[in-house]
Protein backbone atom coordinates (compact mmCIF):
# COMPACT_ATOMS: atom_id res chain seq x y z
CA UNK A 1 0.00 0.00 0.00
CA UNK A 2 1.13 3.68 -0.80
CA UNK A 3 2.45 5.39 2.31
CA UNK A 4 -0.11 8.50 1.86
CA UNK A 5 -2.83 6.00 1.96
CA UNK A 6 -1.34 3.50 4.85
CA UNK A 7 -0.74 6.90 6.62
CA UNK A 8 -4.10 8.40 5.86
CA UNK A 9 -5.29 10.27 8.85
CA UNK A 10 -8.12 8.06 10.73
CA UNK A 11 -9.11 10.36 13.38
CA UNK A 12 -9.32 14.52 13.73
CA UNK A 13 -6.73 14.24 16.21
CA UNK A 14 -4.06 13.08 13.44
CA UNK A 15 -5.19 16.01 10.73
CA UNK A 16 -2.21 18.37 10.86
CA UNK A 17 -2.53 21.62 10.59
CA UNK A 18 -6.14 22.25 10.19
CA UNK A 19 -7.45 22.93 13.85
CA UNK A 20 -9.46 25.69 12.93
CA UNK A 21 -11.47 23.55 10.59
CA UNK A 22 -11.71 20.31 12.95
CA UNK A 23 -12.53 21.97 15.74
CA UNK A 24 -15.63 22.93 14.48
CA UNK A 25 -16.25 19.21 13.13
CA UNK A 26 -15.34 17.96 16.42
CA UNK A 27 -18.06 20.39 18.21
CA UNK A 28 -20.96 19.74 15.66
CA UNK A 29 -20.80 15.51 16.00
CA UNK A 30 -20.81 16.34 19.78
CA UNK A 31 -23.49 18.33 19.65
CA UNK A 32 -25.19 16.29 16.92
CA UNK A 33 -25.82 19.89 15.23
CA UNK A 34 -25.67 18.41 11.73
CA UNK A 35 -25.85 20.61 8.26
CA UNK A 36 -26.71 19.45 5.26
CA UNK A 37 -23.76 20.38 2.86
CA UNK A 38 -20.29 21.53 3.55
CA UNK A 39 -17.53 22.74 1.33
CA UNK A 40 -14.25 22.06 2.22
CA UNK A 41 -12.15 23.90 -0.12
CA UNK A 42 -8.56 24.27 -0.06
CA UNK A 43 -4.93 23.26 -2.06
CA UNK A 44 -3.98 19.80 -2.83
CA UNK A 45 -3.10 17.58 0.10
CA UNK A 46 -4.34 19.54 2.70
CA UNK A 47 -6.58 17.00 4.16
CA UNK A 48 -9.85 17.72 2.91
CA UNK A 49 -11.05 13.89 1.49
CA UNK A 50 -9.85 12.59 4.68
CA UNK A 51 -11.90 15.09 6.86
CA UNK A 52 -14.85 14.25 4.82
CA UNK A 53 -14.16 10.30 5.44
CA UNK A 54 -13.50 11.05 9.09
CA UNK A 55 -16.49 13.10 9.63
CA UNK A 56 -18.40 10.34 7.69
CA UNK A 57 -17.52 7.71 10.04
CA UNK A 58 -18.59 10.22 12.80
CA UNK A 59 -21.72 10.29 11.84
CA UNK A 60 -22.10 6.32 10.86
CA UNK A 61 -19.80 4.68 14.10
CA UNK A 62 -21.79 2.27 15.46
CA UNK A 63 -21.16 3.63 18.94
CA UNK A 64 -23.30 6.73 18.21
CA UNK A 65 -22.89 10.03 16.33
CA UNK A 66 -19.11 10.75 17.85
CA UNK A 67 -16.16 12.94 16.93
CA UNK A 68 -13.80 10.14 17.77
CA UNK A 69 -14.80 7.07 15.78
CA UNK A 70 -13.58 4.00 17.06
CA UNK A 71 -12.29 2.53 13.20
CA UNK A 72 -12.97 -0.97 14.72
CA UNK A 73 -16.80 -1.08 14.30
CA UNK A 74 -17.88 -2.73 10.64
CA UNK A 75 -19.00 0.65 9.41
CA UNK A 76 -15.71 2.49 10.17
CA UNK A 77 -13.95 -0.39 8.59
CA UNK A 78 -16.00 -0.53 5.07
CA UNK A 79 -15.54 2.86 5.43
CA UNK A 80 -11.92 3.02 5.67
CA UNK A 81 -11.87 0.58 3.05
CA UNK A 82 -14.06 2.82 0.28
CA UNK A 83 -16.43 0.01 0.38
CA UNK A 84 -19.27 1.06 2.51
CA UNK A 85 -22.50 1.54 0.49
CA UNK A 86 -23.56 4.81 2.03
CA UNK A 87 -20.56 7.03 1.68
CA UNK A 88 -20.40 7.42 -2.17
CA UNK A 89 -17.26 9.71 -3.33
CA UNK A 90 -17.69 10.64 -6.92
CA UNK A 91 -14.79 12.16 -8.74
CA UNK A 92 -16.84 15.35 -10.28
CA UNK A 93 -13.65 15.90 -12.95
CA UNK A 94 -14.87 12.35 -14.81
CA UNK A 95 -18.47 12.29 -13.50
CA UNK A 96 -18.93 16.28 -14.64
CA UNK A 97 -22.16 16.39 -16.56
CA UNK A 98 -25.94 16.87 -15.84
CA UNK A 99 -27.09 13.27 -16.64
CA UNK A 100 -24.28 11.73 -13.70
CA UNK A 101 -26.21 14.02 -11.70
CA UNK A 102 -29.50 13.49 -12.62
CA UNK A 103 -28.75 9.78 -11.61
CA UNK A 104 -27.11 10.98 -7.79
CA UNK A 105 -30.43 12.88 -7.20
CA UNK A 106 -32.34 9.73 -8.27
CA UNK A 107 -30.33 7.51 -5.63
CA UNK A 108 -30.77 9.85 -2.82
CA UNK A 109 -34.49 9.08 -2.70
CA UNK A 110 -33.46 5.78 -1.18
CA UNK A 111 -32.68 5.82 2.54
CA UNK A 112 -28.79 4.18 3.49
CA UNK A 113 -28.05 0.74 3.45
CA UNK A 114 -26.67 -0.32 6.43
CA UNK A 115 -25.93 3.24 8.62
CA UNK A 116 -27.14 6.50 10.43
CA UNK A 117 -26.22 8.77 7.26
CA UNK A 118 -26.03 8.51 3.24
CA UNK A 119 -22.74 10.55 2.41
CA UNK A 120 -21.80 11.90 -0.98
CA UNK A 121 -18.18 13.46 -1.10
CA UNK A 122 -17.75 15.10 -3.80
CA UNK A 123 -14.19 15.26 -4.90
CA UNK A 124 -13.48 18.31 -7.01
CA UNK A 125 -16.74 19.79 -7.29
CA UNK A 126 -15.44 22.70 -9.31
CA UNK A 127 -15.44 20.42 -12.35
CA UNK A 128 -18.71 20.00 -12.68
CA UNK A 129 -20.85 21.67 -15.72
CA UNK A 130 -22.96 24.56 -14.78
CA UNK A 131 -25.93 22.39 -16.35
CA UNK A 132 -24.85 19.76 -13.20
CA UNK A 133 -24.51 22.75 -10.68
CA UNK A 134 -28.14 23.65 -11.57
CA UNK A 135 -29.49 19.86 -11.74
CA UNK A 136 -27.84 20.21 -8.28
CA UNK A 137 -29.19 22.85 -6.43
CA UNK A 138 -32.52 21.84 -5.05
CA UNK A 139 -31.31 18.36 -3.80
CA UNK A 140 -28.35 19.81 -2.21
CA UNK A 141 -30.72 22.93 -0.07
CA UNK A 142 -33.10 20.54 0.88
CA UNK A 143 -31.82 16.96 0.90
CA UNK A 144 -33.58 14.11 2.50
CA UNK A 145 -32.75 14.01 6.48
CA UNK A 146 -30.42 10.91 6.01
CA UNK A 147 -28.33 12.53 3.20
CA UNK A 148 -25.10 14.51 3.78
CA UNK A 149 -23.49 16.25 0.72
CA UNK A 150 -19.71 17.39 1.40
CA UNK A 151 -17.78 18.93 -2.01
CA UNK A 152 -14.27 19.15 -1.87
CA UNK A 153 -12.59 21.72 -4.45
CA UNK A 154 -9.20 23.51 -4.74
CA UNK A 155 -10.80 26.17 -6.93
CA UNK A 156 -13.86 27.47 -4.91
CA UNK A 157 -13.69 30.45 -7.23
CA UNK A 158 -15.36 28.02 -9.73
CA UNK A 159 -18.33 27.24 -7.60
CA UNK A 160 -21.50 28.87 -8.38
CA UNK A 161 -22.43 31.66 -5.23
CA UNK A 162 -26.13 29.74 -5.28
CA UNK A 163 -24.38 26.56 -4.24
CA UNK A 164 -21.91 28.10 -2.04
CA UNK A 165 -24.99 30.17 -0.07
CA UNK A 166 -26.35 26.19 0.35
CA UNK A 167 -23.07 24.92 2.21
CA UNK A 168 -21.04 26.07 5.56
CA UNK A 169 -17.62 26.29 4.27
CA UNK A 170 -14.35 25.24 5.43
CA UNK A 171 -11.17 26.66 4.46
CA UNK A 172 -8.02 24.90 4.52
CA UNK A 173 -5.09 26.12 4.74
CA UNK A 174 -1.78 25.32 3.03
CA UNK A 175 0.69 23.57 5.53
CA UNK A 176 4.07 25.16 6.56
CA UNK A 177 7.18 23.61 5.87
CA UNK A 178 7.83 22.34 9.37
CA UNK A 179 4.30 20.62 9.90
CA UNK A 180 5.16 18.62 6.58
CA UNK A 181 9.05 17.94 7.63
CA UNK A 182 7.35 16.36 11.23
CA UNK A 183 4.64 14.47 9.06
CA UNK A 184 7.86 12.76 7.11
CA UNK A 185 9.66 12.04 10.00
CA UNK A 186 7.39 10.00 11.94
CA UNK A 187 6.20 7.89 9.02
CA UNK A 188 10.32 7.67 8.88
CA UNK A 189 10.30 6.30 12.12
CA UNK A 190 7.54 3.81 12.03
CA UNK A 191 8.68 2.58 8.50
CA UNK A 192 12.18 2.51 9.95
CA UNK A 193 13.79 4.17 7.78
CA UNK A 194 17.34 6.01 8.35
CA UNK A 195 17.29 9.36 6.67
CA UNK A 196 18.88 12.56 6.56
CA UNK A 197 17.22 15.35 8.43
CA UNK A 198 18.24 17.85 5.09
CA UNK A 199 16.52 15.53 2.71
CA UNK A 200 13.36 15.36 4.80
CA UNK A 201 13.84 19.10 4.53
CA UNK A 202 14.18 19.36 1.08
CA UNK A 203 11.07 16.96 0.36
CA UNK A 204 8.68 19.15 2.65
CA UNK A 205 9.93 21.92 0.78
CA UNK A 206 9.45 20.66 -2.53
CA UNK A 207 6.59 19.19 -1.30
CA UNK A 208 4.63 23.01 -1.06
CA UNK A 209 2.50 22.00 1.37
CA UNK A 210 0.88 19.04 -0.12
CA UNK A 211 1.45 15.73 2.55
CA UNK A 212 -0.12 13.34 -0.05
CA UNK A 213 3.29 14.57 -3.43
CA UNK A 214 5.50 14.43 -0.09
CA UNK A 215 4.69 11.16 1.02
CA UNK A 216 5.00 9.67 -2.66
CA UNK A 217 8.30 11.50 -2.67
CA UNK A 218 9.21 10.06 0.42
CA UNK A 219 8.65 6.71 -0.92
CA UNK A 220 9.87 6.80 -4.47
CA UNK A 221 13.73 8.33 -2.39
CA UNK A 222 13.30 5.35 0.16
CA UNK A 223 12.84 3.12 -3.18
CA UNK A 224 16.48 4.09 -4.45
CA UNK A 225 17.99 4.34 -1.49
CA UNK A 226 16.81 0.60 -0.19
CA UNK A 227 15.46 2.21 3.10
CA UNK A 228 17.55 5.11 3.64
CA UNK A 229 16.48 8.46 2.77
CA UNK A 230 19.76 10.77 1.97
CA UNK A 231 20.02 14.21 0.64
CA UNK A 232 22.29 12.59 -2.27
CA UNK A 233 19.19 10.90 -3.62
CA UNK A 234 16.51 13.39 -3.04
CA UNK A 235 18.60 16.03 -4.40
CA UNK A 236 19.11 13.63 -8.22
CA UNK A 237 15.29 12.43 -8.22
CA UNK A 238 14.12 15.69 -7.39
CA UNK A 239 16.75 17.92 -9.63
CA UNK A 240 17.80 20.22 -7.44
CA UNK A 241 20.58 21.97 -7.25
CA UNK A 242 22.82 22.08 -4.63
CA UNK A 243 22.99 25.32 -2.30
CA UNK A 244 26.85 25.18 -3.09
CA UNK A 245 26.01 25.89 -6.81
CA UNK A 246 23.95 28.57 -6.15
CA UNK A 247 26.47 30.08 -3.60
CA UNK A 248 29.44 29.97 -5.83
CA UNK A 249 27.43 31.25 -9.02
CA UNK A 250 26.29 34.45 -6.62
CA UNK A 251 30.25 34.54 -5.65
CA UNK A 252 31.33 34.53 -9.08
CA UNK A 253 28.36 37.24 -10.53
CA UNK A 254 29.58 39.74 -7.86
CA UNK A 255 33.65 39.41 -8.71
CA UNK A 256 33.35 39.22 -12.11
CA UNK A 257 29.72 39.01 -14.39
CA UNK A 258 30.99 37.76 -17.56
CA UNK A 259 32.42 34.50 -15.77
CA UNK A 260 29.38 34.43 -13.91
CA UNK A 261 27.54 33.93 -17.37
CA UNK A 262 29.50 31.32 -19.27
CA UNK A 263 29.07 29.60 -15.57
CA UNK A 264 25.43 29.98 -15.73
CA UNK A 265 25.34 28.81 -19.64
CA UNK A 266 27.35 25.61 -18.31
CA UNK A 267 24.92 24.92 -15.92
CA UNK A 268 22.02 24.76 -18.66
CA UNK A 269 24.02 23.00 -20.86
CA UNK A 270 24.57 20.09 -18.12
CA UNK A 271 20.51 19.75 -18.07
CA UNK A 272 19.89 22.26 -15.34
CA UNK A 273 16.52 24.57 -16.13
CA UNK A 274 16.72 28.14 -15.14
CA UNK A 275 13.69 27.95 -12.88
CA UNK A 276 15.20 25.52 -11.04
CA UNK A 277 18.30 27.72 -10.33
CA UNK A 278 15.97 30.89 -9.60
CA UNK A 279 13.81 28.48 -7.47
CA UNK A 280 16.78 27.04 -5.06
CA UNK A 281 18.36 30.50 -5.33
CA UNK A 282 14.86 32.09 -3.62
CA UNK A 283 15.45 29.18 -1.20
CA UNK A 284 18.68 29.43 0.12
CA UNK A 285 17.87 33.52 0.25
CA UNK A 286 14.66 32.58 2.03
CA UNK A 287 16.28 30.07 4.64
CA UNK A 288 18.79 33.24 5.21
CA UNK A 289 16.05 35.21 6.33
CA UNK A 290 15.02 33.05 9.13
CA UNK A 291 18.58 31.31 10.09
CA UNK A 292 20.70 34.30 9.61
CA UNK A 293 23.02 32.39 6.98
CA UNK A 294 24.66 32.03 4.64
CA UNK A 295 23.81 35.67 4.41
CA UNK A 296 22.77 38.09 7.48
CA UNK A 297 19.31 38.96 7.44
CA UNK A 298 18.73 42.26 6.16
CA UNK A 299 21.01 41.13 3.24
CA UNK A 300 19.01 38.07 2.52
CA UNK A 301 15.58 40.78 2.87
CA UNK A 302 16.86 42.85 0.20
CA UNK A 303 18.11 39.73 -1.89
CA UNK A 304 14.77 38.41 -1.20
CA UNK A 305 13.16 41.45 -2.46
CA UNK A 306 14.82 41.42 -5.62
CA UNK A 307 14.12 37.68 -6.45
CA UNK A 308 10.85 38.40 -5.55
CA UNK A 309 10.23 41.48 -8.36
CA UNK A 310 11.35 38.75 -10.72
CA UNK A 311 8.86 36.11 -10.34
CA UNK A 312 6.50 37.59 -12.61
CA UNK A 313 9.23 37.75 -15.53
CA UNK A 314 10.95 34.11 -14.89
CA UNK A 315 7.31 32.29 -15.25
CA UNK A 316 6.14 34.16 -18.26
CA UNK A 317 9.21 35.25 -20.24
CA UNK A 318 10.07 32.81 -23.27
CA UNK A 319 14.05 33.46 -22.09
CA UNK A 320 14.81 33.14 -18.55
CA UNK A 321 18.20 32.33 -19.24
CA UNK A 322 18.42 36.11 -20.21
CA UNK A 323 16.21 36.91 -17.00
CA UNK A 324 18.94 35.04 -14.88
CA UNK A 325 21.68 37.34 -16.28
CA UNK A 326 19.54 40.16 -15.35
CA UNK A 327 19.02 38.52 -12.29
CA UNK A 328 22.27 38.16 -11.01
CA UNK A 329 23.37 41.62 -12.69
CA UNK A 330 20.86 43.22 -10.57
CA UNK A 331 22.27 41.27 -7.43
CA UNK A 332 25.69 42.24 -7.95
CA UNK A 333 24.67 46.04 -8.01
CA UNK A 334 23.87 44.94 -4.25
CA UNK A 335 27.05 43.60 -3.13
CA UNK A 336 27.71 46.14 -1.09
CA UNK A 337 25.24 45.60 0.79
CA UNK A 338 27.87 43.29 2.90
CA UNK A 339 29.15 46.64 3.83
CA UNK A 340 28.17 47.76 7.66
CA UNK A 341 26.38 51.44 8.11
CA UNK A 342 29.09 53.83 8.81
CA UNK A 343 30.78 53.27 5.02
CA UNK A 344 33.68 50.58 7.47
CA UNK A 345 35.30 48.18 5.12
CA UNK A 346 34.54 44.99 7.36
CA UNK A 347 32.54 42.09 6.98
CA UNK A 348 28.96 41.87 7.91
CA UNK A 349 28.42 42.26 11.67
CA UNK A 350 28.87 39.33 13.14
CA UNK A 351 29.50 38.90 17.74
CA UNK A 352 32.18 36.17 17.68
CA UNK A 353 35.30 35.66 15.43
CA UNK A 354 34.12 32.12 14.35
CA UNK A 355 30.97 33.32 12.96
CA UNK A 356 33.40 35.85 11.15
CA UNK A 357 35.15 33.40 9.26
CA UNK A 358 32.11 31.50 8.52
CA UNK A 359 30.41 34.54 6.79
CA UNK A 360 34.01 35.23 5.00
CA UNK A 361 34.05 31.87 3.50
CA UNK A 362 29.93 31.52 2.67
CA UNK A 363 29.90 35.55 1.65
CA UNK A 364 29.03 35.58 -2.40
CA UNK A 365 32.03 38.32 -2.16
CA UNK A 366 35.14 38.53 -0.30
CA UNK A 367 35.01 41.26 2.42
CA UNK A 368 38.94 42.16 2.07
CA UNK A 369 38.17 43.16 -1.55
CA UNK A 370 34.67 45.13 -0.44
CA UNK A 371 36.35 48.48 -0.60
CA UNK A 372 37.98 48.35 -3.89
CA UNK A 373 35.30 46.71 -5.41
CA UNK A 374 33.19 49.74 -3.83
CA UNK A 375 35.50 52.26 -5.80
CA UNK A 376 35.18 50.42 -8.78
CA UNK A 377 31.77 50.05 -9.03
CA UNK A 378 30.18 52.76 -11.19
CA UNK A 379 32.85 51.03 -13.62
CA UNK A 380 31.76 47.28 -13.50
CA UNK A 381 28.59 48.52 -14.06
CA UNK A 382 29.58 49.32 -17.45
CA UNK A 383 30.85 46.34 -17.94
CA UNK A 384 27.78 44.71 -16.76
CA UNK A 385 26.34 42.25 -19.94
CA UNK A 386 29.73 41.77 -22.08
CA UNK A 387 31.99 43.43 -24.48
CA UNK A 388 29.34 43.69 -26.86
CA UNK A 389 27.29 46.27 -24.88
CA UNK A 390 30.90 48.50 -24.88
CA UNK A 391 31.23 47.62 -28.50
CA UNK A 392 27.38 48.70 -28.91
CA UNK A 393 27.41 51.81 -26.65
CA UNK A 394 30.77 53.26 -28.47
CA UNK A 395 29.30 52.67 -31.71
CA UNK A 396 26.02 54.25 -31.02
CA UNK A 397 27.98 57.46 -29.59
CA UNK A 398 30.27 57.96 -32.31
CA UNK A 399 27.59 57.72 -35.14
CA UNK A 400 25.85 61.07 -35.89
CA UNK A 401 22.27 59.97 -35.77
CA UNK A 402 20.56 56.54 -35.21
CA UNK A 403 20.07 56.95 -38.64
CA UNK A 404 23.61 56.11 -39.60
CA UNK A 405 23.59 52.90 -37.14
CA UNK A 406 20.40 51.91 -39.25
CA UNK A 407 22.29 51.97 -42.12
CA UNK A 408 25.67 50.60 -41.14
CA UNK A 409 23.67 47.51 -40.16
CA UNK A 410 21.51 46.96 -43.41
CA UNK A 411 24.95 47.36 -45.37
CA UNK A 412 26.47 44.80 -42.91
CA UNK A 413 23.42 42.81 -43.91
CA UNK A 414 23.74 43.06 -47.34
CA UNK A 415 27.54 41.96 -47.34
CA UNK A 416 26.10 38.75 -45.46
CA UNK A 417 23.87 38.04 -47.86
CA UNK A 418 25.56 38.55 -50.73
CA UNK A 419 28.95 36.68 -49.11
CA UNK A 420 29.29 33.10 -50.69
CA UNK A 421 29.01 29.97 -48.74
CA UNK A 422 32.51 28.47 -49.12
CA UNK A 423 31.44 25.34 -47.56
CA UNK A 424 29.01 23.19 -46.69
CA UNK A 425 26.21 23.99 -43.95
CA UNK A 426 28.05 24.20 -40.47
CA UNK A 427 26.26 22.05 -37.95
CA UNK A 428 24.19 24.14 -35.76
CA UNK A 429 25.11 23.89 -32.49
CA UNK A 430 29.06 24.07 -33.18
CA UNK A 431 28.34 26.94 -35.14
CA UNK A 432 26.70 28.44 -31.91
CA UNK A 433 29.55 27.25 -29.93
CA UNK A 434 32.52 29.08 -31.99
CA UNK A 435 29.63 32.28 -31.39
CA UNK A 436 29.68 31.98 -27.99
CA UNK A 437 33.27 32.16 -27.50
CA UNK A 438 32.77 35.68 -29.64
CA UNK A 439 30.25 37.17 -28.48
CA UNK A 440 28.11 35.87 -25.62
CA UNK A 441 25.03 38.14 -25.87
CA UNK A 442 24.86 36.54 -29.45
CA UNK A 443 25.22 33.59 -28.03
CA UNK A 444 22.23 33.42 -25.54
CA UNK A 445 20.11 35.07 -27.98
CA UNK A 446 21.04 31.83 -30.01
CA UNK A 447 20.30 29.11 -27.93
CA UNK A 448 17.10 30.68 -26.22
CA UNK A 449 15.50 31.91 -29.61
CA UNK A 450 15.00 29.17 -32.52
CA UNK A 451 17.57 28.77 -35.03
CA UNK A 452 17.88 26.42 -37.49
CA UNK A 453 19.98 25.48 -41.03
CA UNK A 454 18.42 25.31 -44.31
CA UNK A 455 20.68 24.53 -47.26
CA UNK A 456 23.16 27.29 -47.25
CA UNK A 457 20.58 29.76 -44.70
CA UNK A 458 21.02 30.45 -40.94
CA UNK A 459 17.42 31.02 -40.13
CA UNK A 460 16.65 33.07 -36.92
CA UNK A 461 13.31 32.74 -35.71
CA UNK A 462 12.05 35.05 -32.68
CA UNK A 463 8.39 34.16 -31.96
CA UNK A 464 7.81 37.16 -29.62
CA UNK A 465 9.02 40.62 -28.96
CA UNK A 466 10.07 41.67 -32.44
CA UNK A 467 10.68 44.91 -31.44
CA UNK A 468 13.66 44.15 -29.40
CA UNK A 469 15.18 41.07 -31.21
CA UNK A 470 14.43 42.05 -34.59
CA UNK A 471 16.48 45.29 -33.72
CA UNK A 472 19.71 43.12 -31.90
CA UNK A 473 20.21 41.49 -34.94
CA UNK A 474 20.76 44.46 -36.88
CA UNK A 475 23.38 46.05 -34.34
CA UNK A 476 26.70 45.97 -36.40
CA UNK A 477 28.44 43.82 -33.83
CA UNK A 478 26.21 41.12 -34.18
CA UNK A 479 26.13 41.27 -37.83
CA UNK A 480 29.88 41.27 -37.90
CA UNK A 481 30.17 38.11 -35.89
CA UNK A 482 27.19 36.61 -38.28
CA UNK A 483 29.61 37.51 -40.96
CA UNK A 484 33.10 36.28 -39.77
CA UNK A 485 31.37 32.96 -38.41
CA UNK A 486 28.06 32.22 -40.48
CA UNK A 487 29.72 31.50 -43.83
CA UNK A 488 26.33 31.15 -44.98
CA UNK A 489 23.13 33.44 -45.77
CA UNK A 490 21.25 34.87 -42.64
CA UNK A 491 17.59 35.35 -43.15
CA UNK A 492 15.38 36.64 -39.96
CA UNK A 493 11.99 35.31 -39.64
CA UNK A 494 9.71 37.23 -37.22
CA UNK A 495 6.27 36.73 -35.90
CA UNK A 496 5.17 40.35 -34.12
CA UNK A 497 3.58 39.80 -31.17
CA UNK A 498 2.03 42.53 -28.45
CA UNK A 499 5.32 44.27 -26.71
CA UNK A 500 6.23 42.70 -23.15
CA UNK A 501 7.08 45.82 -21.22
CA UNK A 502 7.98 43.26 -18.29
CA UNK A 503 10.66 41.73 -20.46
CA UNK A 504 11.80 45.28 -21.44
CA UNK A 505 12.94 45.60 -18.32
CA UNK A 506 15.31 42.86 -18.45
CA UNK A 507 16.45 43.88 -21.34
CA UNK A 508 17.43 47.55 -20.20
CA UNK A 509 19.80 45.73 -17.40
CA UNK A 510 21.12 43.30 -19.77
CA UNK A 511 22.07 45.95 -22.98
CA UNK A 512 23.31 49.42 -22.82
CA UNK A 513 20.87 52.26 -22.32
CA UNK A 514 21.47 54.04 -25.73
CA UNK A 515 20.93 50.48 -27.73
CA UNK A 516 17.07 50.34 -25.55
CA UNK A 517 16.26 53.54 -26.37
CA UNK A 518 16.95 52.66 -29.94
CA UNK A 519 14.69 49.63 -29.66
CA UNK A 520 12.16 51.69 -28.35
CA UNK A 521 11.72 54.06 -30.45
CA UNK A 522 11.78 51.58 -33.42
Request: with cysteine; glycine share 4%; hydrophobic share 35%.
Amino acid sequence: MALYRKYRPQTFEEVVGQSHVTEILTKALDNQKISHAYLFAGPKGSGKTSCARIFAKGLNCETGITSKPCNECESCKLINEGHSLDVIEIDAASNRGVDEIRELRERVKYRPAQSRYKVYIIDEAHMLTREAFNALLKTLEEPPEYVVFILATTDPQKIPPTVLSRCQRFRFKKLTSDEVFQILENVCKSEGFSYQREALELIAEVSDGAVRDALNLLEQISVVDEGKVSIKTARFLLNVVEDEVILDLLKTAFADMDEAVERLAELMESGVEPMELFRTMKSLVRRSVFRNKPWPRDVALEMFRVLESYNFIMERTEFPAVALVALLNELRSKANLGTPKGGESAPLSEKNADKEKTRVAEKPQEPAAETQKENKHSEKREELANDVEAEAVKEATESESKREVSDAAATTVTAVEEKESSQDATDLQSWIENVRSEYFPLYVVLREGKARIEGDRLILSFPGLLHMYGRFMELPQVQKVLHNYGHFKVELQTEAEEKDESVLEIFKQVFPEAQIEEVKNN
